[in-house]
């Protein structure tokens, strides 16, 4: 390989010679057999994500043979037990758990982790489980201690928060929620928090429920209070009657001249969201192939990676409600941002 | 060699050896200059690839797949003859990208994957014959080292303008002492014509005293020479004196 | 001793010297300001390169929003993003943009406030006049412009550094031109006239026995033959004349006539001292000045590592190492004061024995040796060896110049004498950290090393080739023995001004000076040059305000003050440190450290006598002010490792506030007991 590395000129001469470089063949690694790898059980919910692309992508690019059997729960819990009994008997050197349900059903909750109907003598690493605390699989973000590796997510919420007042310094974010939803809830526990150290206040609107229901006729009323007490930003959590109704929410904050933040994927793919922060899937699936690569290549115990997260998120900003609004972006975050 | 062109030449030579060390010192500053602002200006460039990259890695684009880089690759190219190549290797070292299409697809030296593996998540230098290659690994956000963008510039250039700078720097060194040579000489030889004027009189004047003659005394002769010479034109006198007289003995004795 | 006052040609050499030593550092000024312009000219170009990248990049992402659709006027944040690009680019004054119209749309610059002029738009990158402009998108059809100012700071400062340099450069040139001119003046005029006027002395009192060695054409040698060829012409005649008086009386008969001649002969061998041309002997003339060359040479040697010395030790040290970095630098900076203090007072008997220029270059061999190793050495135990060697040459060669310069017959003598051995040492001291640090800077420590190697050898050629007719020195030494130390001990005054004055100031030299200083300006950022620079501002100042201090005090009686004082000024410099710890304080501490220093010295060797004038009488004032000394010693022995320890302690800067504090208390000590009240000094000095 010493003929490399001689220059642009020099090459510009060999070209022109008729002696064209490059003709080398790859390396033969590229083209090596998987089957001699180690066994990755891949289980998935509900069908083949971004993040398990990027999973298998992350050993491909680095050319690490590894063996991938693919198993699919069909969006079924009792499919899942079905698979934990087909890992028990084939034995694979790792199982990769996709989000909350694969990874209860795999690894059990921390507190009895059953070694009859959980997967404990095989390293498990589990990801895009929306909140591994509150589910139960860990309890905590440091070393699990066990045979289980993970990753949270979401974007922490500091970054959420600092990402929005980027866009523009604000003093009042206004927010609606499904108090009913635990983890709704807990995101504004944490907003409120963390929006102190920004000099922010939260003004909290939680949806009345009919029932068991947040009632989506109420989101109008409450924005009109949200924006008459100052409100100059809405910060929408991740929670499922969002997710549903993110259409609806944005528009009619959008007609209020309030732009929307969303915390997630959800509330961010759909709707008039103006940004959002939030960790790309296959970004997610390859920091689960980093980890799974330090367990079965590098001889790394499981129990003690501490639970992942991404270093950068994805900003990304919604051009046409930033024409709409005439609140364009800062440069400084224009830069990084992905726009749609 | 006389007085003057003795300290003259003294002079000449301190000032050579003054003005040969502010050479060489401002050479080597120049150098050290030059170096940081090619350095700095090469990082800038290197660091907006991997911002780039960084920028697109986020989007979901993988590294493999960044066709639309190779415009900026080029363009980084052709704003400085200095530079040799710019390219974009994957974990492995593999050139994914680079100015000089011939390399795409080959590995890159060993060395540049170990520099990347050491400098962990900071920007590596290494010097390879003539060429200084930079180096930035670019880390994905899961946080793996996922490539690494390196730029490989020529020292030559740099070291032509050092040299010509140096030359710059040396001819005028020489003016220098070549001016002040022309100048010191005539400056000693004026500034010591009173010496050698005086030590030229006092030659004539042991001259003379040796022939035993009696120079008539000058207002500014040196007293002690004066006496000296007087002292010697004594003696002469008092031995003439006793040969005069022994002379006279000898002839009245025969 | 040469009688320069004696000499003729002094007057204008003095002018000579003056006028040719101002040519040459104009010369070089001269030289100097061209290639400082040369630089700039040529650094600037790459400078403005760089900025137009910047520009370039600020140009594609103010494009990069337009194309997303932002209208011009409402690009959000640009202030921001410009300051980003401003504080990221420290060679950029400041960056405006402006749209096709060329009206100004945003203006960022470094002194925060905008320079809101208008410009044109631009439809290819331009460099003019310290500024770019880089045109926003399409350069055919551009949507604006991008322009930058270059801020001169960049260039200011790579230029400053070099100015530095050369001034440095200039004033050791100066230096070194001076010394050489001394040493041409002594050997080509002062010695050869002296021992011609010496020939002439004898002559004119009838003395015609000297002829002055001479081989040349030079002017003094014409002179000299000249000379020569009379006293030989005299000599030849004398003989033949006597030889044929001789001949003539024995042949007289009568006697009486006889006795006559002979008579006429004794009077005039009684008058005139006339020898056998044969056996005429050569004068020779002792020389003083003859030892200031190899003197500055030699105590440069040693000053060359001032700067560069403790960071070269402490990045030695294997990091695997027990020994802290603090005691490394430490330990090998004690094993030469150390060194120092041992062999200083057994020096004087040696030289007694062996005279001055053979220990002279035998005091050069363990310096030359010790430099030689510290370049080479690979462990901090081998510096600690090597340091030592040089700490042995260095108390030989400095006790046998001392020695020489005080064995001098007449007291003005040794004045005069000892005002050239210490300009000497003051002028290496200023030139040698500063050079050395330049050099260390170029070409590394090591080599460094090699160079001062260098030196002492051509200090060992100086003194080979000029002190050849030296003697063994005249300067009465005598043994100190343990019994001197307990009388003078017992003196509590005596011990007071040594324990609140002489020892701090040491300890204060050594600690901070040597040690502390280069270290914390290191760790400060300071390249060894400017280190050098710093501790230059020591020599300057003692160099200059000694002898000044010293005046003021003999004059109006203020020794006691002077030495309360200048430990006061001192200690408050170096615990300004703690105000802020910059390279500013550092400099404030050392030029407060020299003065103080400055003013204290003298007179604390001026009171001894006075304050133990007991002990004086029985032991002599030599032997009492041998003890001050070797006492006062121990303070550098002392000064690293305490320097060393603090710096464990605290680090470097609460170090030297320590030591300044010690200096503070033991200074208003000896203001408060150790000063000799004002009665008793009459009384002494009466």
């Given at each position: 390989?010493?003929?490399?590395?001689?220059?642009?000129?020099?090459?510009?001469?060999?070209?022109?010679?008729g002696?064209?470089?490059?003709?080398?063949?790859?390396?033969?690694?590229?083209?090596?057999?998987?089957?001699?790898?180690?066994?990755?059980?891949?289980?998935?919910?509900?069908?083949?994500?971004?993040?398990d692309?990027?999973?298998?992508?992350?050993?491909?690019?680095?050319?690490l043979?590894?063996?991938?059997?693919?198993?699919?729960?069909?969006?079924?819990n009792?499919?899942?037990?079905?698979?934990?009994?087909?890992?028990?008997?084939?034995?694979?050197?790792?199982?990769?758990?996709w989000?909350?349900?694969?990874?209860?059903?795999?690894i059990?909750?921390?507190?009895?982790?059953?070694?009859?109907?959980?997967?404990?003598?095989?390293?498990?690493?589990?990801?895009?489980?929306?909140?591994p605390?509150?589910?139960?699989?860990i309890?905590?973000?440091?070393?699990?201690?066990?045979?289980?590796?993970?990753?949270?997510?979401?974007?922490?919420?500091?970054?959420?928060l600092?990402?929005?007042?980027?866009?523009?310094p604000?003093k009042?974010?206004?927010?609606?929620?499904?108090?009913?939803e635990?983890?709704?809830?807990?995101v504004?526990n944490?907003?409120?928090?963390?929006a102190?150290?920004?000099?922010?206040?939260?003004?909290?609107?939680?949806?009345?429920?009919?029932?068991?229901?947040?009632?989506r006729?109420?989101?109008?009323?409450?924005?009109?209070e949200?924006v008459?007490?100052g409100?100059?930003f809405l910060?929408?959590p991740?929670?499922?009657?969002?997710?549903?109704?993110?259409?609806?929410?944005?528009?009619?904050?959008?007609q209020?001249?309030?732009?929307?933040?969303?915390?997630?994927?959800?509330?961010?793919?759909?709707?008039?969201?103006?940004?959002?922060?939030?960790?790309?899937?296959?970004?997610?699936?390859?920091?689960?192939?980093?980890?799974?690569?330090?367990?079965?290549?590098?001889g790394v115990?499981?129990?003690?990676?501490?639970?992942?997260?991404?270093?950068?998120?994805?900003?990304?900003?919604?051009?046409?409600v930033?024409?709409?609004?005439?609140?364009?972006?800062?440069?400084?975050?224009?830069?990084?941002?992905e726009?749609? | 060699?006389?007085?003057?062109v003795?300290?003259?030449?003294?002079?000449?030579?301190?000032?050579a050896?003054?003005?040969?060390?502010?050479?060489?010192?401002?050479?080597?500053?120049?150098?050290?200059?030059?170096?940081?602002?090619?350095?700095?200006?090469?990082?800038?460039?290197?660091?907006?690839?991997?911002?780039?990259?960084?920028?697109?890695?986020?989007l979901?684009?993988?590294?493999?797949?960044?066709?639309s880089?190779?415009?900026?690759?080029?363009?980084?190219?052709?704003?400085?003859?200095?530079l040799?190549?710019?390219?974009?290797?994957?974990?492995?070292?593999?050139?994914?990208?680079?100015?000089?299409?011939?390399?795409?697809?080959l590995?890159?030296?060993?060395?540049?994957?170990s520099?990347?593996?050491?400098?962990?998540?900071?920007?590596?230098?290494?010097?390879?014959?003539?060429?200084?290659?930079?180096?930035?690994?670019?880390?994905?956000?899961f946080?793996?080292?996922?490539?690494?963008?390196?730029?490989?510039?020529?020292?030559?250039?740099s070291?032509?303008?050092?040299?010509?700078?140096?030359?710059?720097?040396m001819?005028?060194g020489?003016g220098?002492?070549?001016?002040?040579?022309?100048?010191?000489?005539?400056?000693?030889?004026?500034?010591?014509?009173?010496?050698r004027?005086?030590?030229?009189?006092?030659?004539?004047?042991?001259?003379?005293?040796?022939?035993?003659?009696?120079?008539?005394?000058?207002?500014?002769?040196?007293?002690?020479?004066?006496?000296?010479?007087?002292?010697?034109?004594?003696?002469?006198?008092?031995i003439?004196h006793?040969?005069?007289?022994?002379?006279?003995?000898?002839?009245?004795?025969a | 001793?040469?009688?320069?006052d004696?000499?003729?040609?002094?007057?204008?050499?003095?002018?000579?010297?003056?006028?040719s030593?101002?040519?040459?550092?104009?010369?070089?000024?001269?030289?100097?300001?061209?290639?400082?312009?040369?630089?700039?000219a040529?650094?600037?170009?790459?400078?403005?390169?760089?900025?137009?990248?910047?520009?370039?990049?600020v140009?594609?992402?103010?494009?990069?929003?337009?194309?997303?659709?932002i209208?011009?006027?409402?690009?959000a944040?640009m202030?921001?993003?410009?300051?980003?690009?401003?504080?990221?680019?420290?060679?950029?004054?400041?960056?405006?943009?402006?749209?096709?119209?060329?009206?100004?749309?945003?203006?960022?610059?470094?002194t925060?406030?905008?320079?809101?002029?208008?410009?044109?738009?631009?439809?290819?990158?331009?460099?003019?006049?310290?500024?770019?402009?880089?045109?926003?998108g399409?350069?055919?059809?551009?949507?604006g412009?991008?322009?930058l100012?270059?801020s001169?700071?960049?260039?200011?400062?790579?230029?400053?550094?070099?100015?530095?340099?050369?001034?440095?450069?200039?004033?050791?040139?100066?230096?070194f031109?001076?010394?050489?001119?001394?040493?041409?003046?002594?050997?080509?005029?002062?010695?050869?006239?002296?021992r011609?006027?010496?020939?002439?002395?004898?002559a004119?009192?009838?003395?015609?026995?000297?002829?002055?060695a001479?081989?040349?054409?030079?002017?003094?040698?014409?002179?000299?033959?000249?000379?020569?060829?009379?006293?030989?012409?005299?000599?030849?005649?004398?003989?033949?004349?006597?030889?044929?008086?001789?001949?003539?009386?024995?042949?007289?008969a009568?006697?009486?006539?006889?006795?006559?001649?002979?008579?006429?002969?004794?009077?005039?061998?009684?008058?005139?001292?006339?020898?056998?041309?044969?056996?005429?002997?050569?004068?020779?003339?002792?020389?003083?000045?003859?030892?200031?060359a190899?003197?500055?040479?030699?105590?440069?040697?040693?000053?060359?590592?001032?700067?560069f010395?403790?960071?070269?030790?402490?990045?030695?040290?294997?990091?695997?190492?027990?020994?802290?970095?603090?005691?490394?630098?430490?330990?090998?900076?004690?094993?030469f004061m150390?060194?120092?203090?041992?062999?200083?007072?057994?020096?004087g008997?040696?030289?007694?024995?062996?005279g001055?220029?053979?220990?002279?270059?035998?005091?050069?061999?363990?310096?030359?040796?010790?430099?030689l190793?510290?370049a080479?050495?690979?462990?901090?135990?081998?510096?600690?060896?090597?340091?030592?060697?040089a700490?042995?040459?260095?108390?030989?060669?400095?006790?046998?110049?001392?020695?020489?310069?005080?064995?001098?017959a007449?007291?003005?003598?040794?004045a005069?004498?000892?005002?050239?051995?210490?300009?000497?040492?003051?002028?290496?001291?200023?030139?040698?950290?500063?050079?050395?640090?330049?050099?260390?800077?170029?070409i590394?420590?090591?080599p460094?090393?090699?160079?001062?190697?260098g030196?002492?050898?051509?200090?060992?050629?100086?003194?080979?080739?000029?002190?050849?007719?030296?003697?063994a020195?005249?300067?009465?030494?005598?043994?100190?023995r343990?019994?001197?130390?307990?009388?003078?001990?017992?003196?509590?005054?005596?011990?007071?001004?040594?324990?609140?004055?002489?020892?701090p100031?040491?300890?204060?030299?050594?600690?901070?000076?040597?040690?502390l200083?280069?270290l914390?300006?290191?760790?400060?950022?300071?390249?060894?040059?400017?280190?050098?620079?710093?501790?230059?501002?020591?020599?300057?100042?003692?160099?200059?305000?000694?002898?000044?201090?010293?005046?003021?005090?003999?004059?109006?009686?203020?020794?006691g003050?002077?030495?309360?004082?200048?430990?006061?000024?001192?200690?408050?410099?170096?615990?300004a440190?703690?105000?802020k710890?910059?390279?500013?304080?550092?400099?404030?501490?050392i030029l407060l450290?020299?003065?103080?220093?400055?003013?204290?010295?003298?007179?604390?060797?001026?009171?001894?006598?006075?304050?133990?004038?007991?002990e004086?009488?029985?032991?002599?004032?030599?032997?009492?002010?041998?003890?001050?000394?070797?006492?006062?010693r121990?303070?550098s022995?002392?000064?690293?490792?305490?320097?060393?320890?603090?710096?464990?302690?605290?680090?470097?800067?609460?170090?030297?506030?320590?030591i300044?504090?010690?200096?503070?208390?033991?200074?208003?000590?000896?203001?408060?007991?150790?000063?000799?009240?004002?009665?008793?000094?009459?009384?002494?000095?009466?």
């Amino acid at each position: 390989m010493t003929v490399r590395r001689i220059g642009r000129r020099a090459a510009l001469a060999l070209a022109l010679g008729g002696s064209v470089a490059g003709a080398f063949p790859r390396p033969a690694q590229a083209q090596a057999p998987r089957s001699r790898g180690p066994r990755i059980y891949m289980v998935t919910f509900r069908g083949w994500t971004d993040s398990d692309q990027g999973f298998k992508d992350y050993f491909d690019r680095r050319r690490l043979a590894v063996d991938i059997i693919h198993r699919d729960a069909g969006g079924a819990n009792a499919k899942v037990a079905e698979i934990v009994r087909e890992i028990k008997a084939e034995k694979p050197d790792l199982v990769y758990a996709w989000g909350t349900g694969v990874a209860l059903g795999v690894i059990g909750p921390v507190a009895k982790p059953d070694p009859e109907r959980f997967v404990t003598d095989i390293p498990v690493v589990f990801l895009n489980v929306t909140d591994p605390l509150g589910s139960g699989i860990i309890n905590g973000l440091g070393p699990t201690g066990r045979n289980v590796a993970g990753s949270t997510f979401l974007a922490p919420i500091h970054s959420q928060l600092q990402a929005l007042h980027s866009y523009r310094p604000i003093k009042r974010l206004g927010s609606i929620f499904n108090p009913s939803e635990a983890n709704s809830v807990a995101v504004i526990n944490d907003v409120r928090e963390q929006a102190k150290a920004l000099q922010i206040t939260l003004i909290e609107r939680p949806v009345p429920l009919l029932g068991t229901e947040p009632d989506r006729n109420a989101v109008p009323r409450l924005l009109d209070e949200l924006v008459a007490e100052g409100a100059e930003f809405l910060f929408m959590p991740s929670d499922s009657f969002l997710s549903r109704r993110v259409e609806q929410v944005t528009e009619e904050a959008l007609q209020r001249r309030l732009p929307a933040f969303a915390s997630a994927e959800g509330t961010l793919g759909a709707g008039q969201a103006l940004m959002g922060l939030i960790a790309k899937y296959h970004s997610v699936g390859q920091l689960a192939g980093l980890q799974a690569d330090q367990i079965l290549f590098q001889g790394v115990d499981p129990g003690s990676l501490p639970i992942g997260s991404l270093r950068r998120f994805s900003l990304v900003l919604r051009m046409s409600v930033a024409k709409r609004l005439d609140l364009f972006p800062p440069m400084l975050l224009l830069r990084v941002a992905e726009i749609i | 060699m006389s007085l003057p062109v003795r300290v003259a030449a003294i002079l000449v030579l301190i000032l050579a050896a003054t003005v040969g060390l502010t050479t060489v010192l401002a050479a080597n500053k120049y150098r050290q200059g030059l170096g940081e602002i090619l350095d700095a200006r090469y990082r800038l460039a290197v660091s907006d690839i991997v911002a780039t990259i960084d920028t697109s890695l986020d989007l979901g684009v993988d590294l493999a797949a960044m066709q639309s880089l190779q415009p900026q690759l080029d363009r980084t190219i052709e704003t400085d003859p200095a530079l040799l190549y710019v390219e974009v290797l994957d974990a492995e070292g593999i050139v994914l990208l680079s100015s000089d299409s011939s390399n795409v697809g080959l590995p890159a030296p060993q060395s540049w994957l170990s520099a990347t593996r050491n400098a962990r998540e900071g920007a590596w230098q290494r010097r390879e014959g003539d060429a200084v290659v930079l180096g930035q690994p670019i880390v994905a956000s899961f946080g793996a080292v996922v490539g690494t963008v390196a730029l490989g510039y020529s020292r030559a250039v740099s070291e032509d303008r050092v040299q010509d700078v140096t030359q710059i720097f040396m001819n005028i060194g020489i003016g220098a002492v070549i001016v002040f040579a022309l100048l010191l000489v005539p400056v000693v030889m004026i500034l010591l014509r009173p010496e050698r004027q005086a030590l030229a009189e006092a030659e004539t004047r042991i001259a003379a005293a040796a022939r035993g003659e009696t120079t008539e005394t000058g207002p500014d002769g040196d007293p002690l020479l004066i006496a000296a010479c007087a002292g010697a034109a004594a003696a002469f006198a008092a031995i003439d004196h006793i040969r005069r007289e022994a002379d006279r003995l000898d002839e009245e004795g025969a | 001793m040469a009688d320069l006052d004696q000499i003729p040609a002094q007057a204008s050499f003095r002018k000579l010297f003056l006028v040719s030593t101002v040519l040459l550092v104009a010369a070089a000024a001269v030289a100097s300001f061209l290639m400082l312009r040369a630089f700039v000219a040529n650094l600037t170009p790459e400078i403005e390169q760089k900025a137009g990248m910047v520009g370039r990049s600020v140009a594609g992402q103010v494009n990069h929003a337009l194309d997303l659709g932002i209208p011009f006027d409402r690009l959000a944040g640009m202030d921001a993003f410009l300051d980003r690009v401003l504080a990221d680019n420290i060679d950029i004054e400041f960056l405006t943009v402006t749209d096709p119209a060329g009206k100004t749309i945003f203006a960022r610059s470094r002194t925060g406030k905008s320079t809101a002029e208008n410009s044109r738009s631009v439809t290819g990158d331009e460099i003019a006049d310290g500024r770019v402009r880089v045109p926003i998108g399409d350069a055919s059809r551009p949507r604006g412009s991008v322009e930058l100012g270059i801020s001169p700071k960049v260039v200011n400062d790579k230029t400053y550094a070099v100015v530095f340099d050369m001034v440095i450069v200039l004033l050791v040139a100066g230096l070194f031109a001076f010394e050489l001119l001394s040493l041409v003046f002594q050997v080509s005029i002062a010695a050869p006239l002296s021992r011609l006027w010496a020939a002439f002395r004898a002559a004119a009192s009838g003395d015609f026995n000297t002829r002055v060695a001479a081989s040349g054409q030079r002017e003094w040698e014409i002179v000299a033959s000249a000379w020569n060829d009379l006293v030989r012409r005299l000599a030849e005649t004398w003989q033949q004349v006597m030889a044929d008086a001789e001949s003539v009386r024995a042949t007289l008969a009568e006697a009486e006539v006889g006795q006559r001649l002979g008579r006429l002969v004794e009077e005039t061998k009684a008058r005139f001292r006339v020898a056998d041309p044969l056996r005429l002997r050569a004068v020779t003339v002792s020389q003083a000045v003859a030892i200031r060359a190899p003197v500055f040479v030699f105590i440069m040697a040693e000053e060359f590592g001032r700067s560069f010395l403790p960071v070269f030790i402490r990045d030695l040290r294997d990091p695997a190492s027990t020994l802290s970095p603090e005691f490394a630098v430490g330990i090998t900076m004690t094993a030469f004061m150390a060194m120092v203090a041992i062999v200083t007072p057994f020096a004087g008997v040696i030289v007694s024995r062996l005279g001055v220029r053979r220990m002279f270059m035998i005091g050069i061999a363990p310096s030359a040796i010790g430099y030689l190793g510290t370049a080479f050495a690979t462990s901090i135990w081998e510096v600690v060896v090597w340091r030592a060697f040089a700490g042995v040459g260095y108390a030989i060669v400095y006790i046998v110049c001392q020695g020489f310069v005080a064995g001098a017959a007449s007291p003005a003598k040794r004045a005069q004498g000892m005002a050239l051995f210490m300009g000497a040492v003051f002028a290496a001291g200023v030139c040698g950290p500063a050079l050395g640090g330049v050099i260390a800077d170029q070409i590394g420590p090591r080599p460094t090393f090699v160079i001062s190697t260098g030196l002492c050898l051509l200090s060992l050629s100086l003194i080979y080739a000029q002190l050849r007719d030296l003697g063994a020195t005249q300067a009465p030494v005598q043994r100190l023995r343990a019994s001197d130390f307990a009388l003078v001990t017992r003196n509590p005054s005596f011990l007071a001004l040594l324990l609140f004055s002489a020892m701090p100031a040491k300890i204060a030299l050594t600690g901070v000076l040597f040690y502390l200083a280069p270290l914390l300006l290191a760790k400060l950022g300071n390249s060894s040059a400017e280190i050098g620079r710093v501790l230059m501002i020591y020599a300057g100042c003692t160099a200059l305000l000694t002898p000044v201090a010293a005046r003021i005090a003999d004059r109006w009686r203020l020794n006691g003050w002077m030495i309360a004082a200048g430990g006061l000024v001192s200690g408050l410099g170096l615990v300004a440190i703690l105000l802020k710890v910059d390279t500013s304080m550092v400099v404030v501490g050392i030029l407060l450290l020299g003065l103080g220093h400055a003013a204290s010295i003298s007179p604390q060797l001026a009171v001894v006598p006075e304050i133990a004038a007991r002990e004086c009488e029985v032991l002599g004032v030599t032997a009492v002010l041998s003890v001050f000394r070797a006492i006062e010693r121990l303070g550098s022995v002392i000064g690293p490792l305490l320097a060393a320890f603090l710096v464990g302690v605290g680090g470097e800067a609460l170090a030297m506030a320590t030591i300044g504090a010690l200096v503070v208390v033991s200074s208003l000590a000896y203001a408060a007991f150790g000063r000799p009240a004002s009665a008793e000094l009459m009384e002494a000095r009466s």
